[in-house]
């Protein structure tokens, strides 16, 4: 059973730094290509930043330079360091794991809430 849990969301105010970080089981965070979303109350999902199997990553427009996604291969975690924040980072932050290249399935976390105060 694959299971990822976020941890890290908090109230900050603009310009603060949050780390959030997602553990892992049932799937290993080196082999799958590691993904945090987030979803904004009246919007829809939108990718924030991800970094596959090779060490690729890849971020929103909105967070380059700000945000940086990592990977603890031993601990199975994936972190999403955030800095600069921004009011409109406020959302529901999401950690998923795709695992499809490997027969597997695509999985959610249950979310943590960033809340950024202007």
């Known amino acids: 059973q694959v299971q990822l849990v976020e941890s890290g969301g908090d109230l900050v105010q603009a310009g603060g730094s949050l780390r959030l970080s997602c553990a892992a089981s049932g799937i290993s965070v080196s082999f799958a290509t590691m993904g945090w979303y987030r979803q904004a109350p009246g919007k829809q999902r939108e990718l924030v930043a991800l970094?596959?199997?090779?060490?690729?990553?890849n971020y929103a427009d909105s967070v380059k330079g700000r945000f940086t996604i990592s990977r603890d291969n031993a601990k199975n975690t994936v972190t999403l360091q955030m800095n600069s924040l921004k009011a409109d980072d406020t959302a529901v932050y999401s950690c998923?794991?795709?695992?499809?290249?490997w027969g597997l399935g695509t999985y959610w976390g249950q979310g943590t809430q960033v809340t950024v105060s202007s």
């Open positions: 998923n794991a795709d695992g499809r290249a």
């Open positions: 970094i596959t199997q090779r060490g690729t990553t």
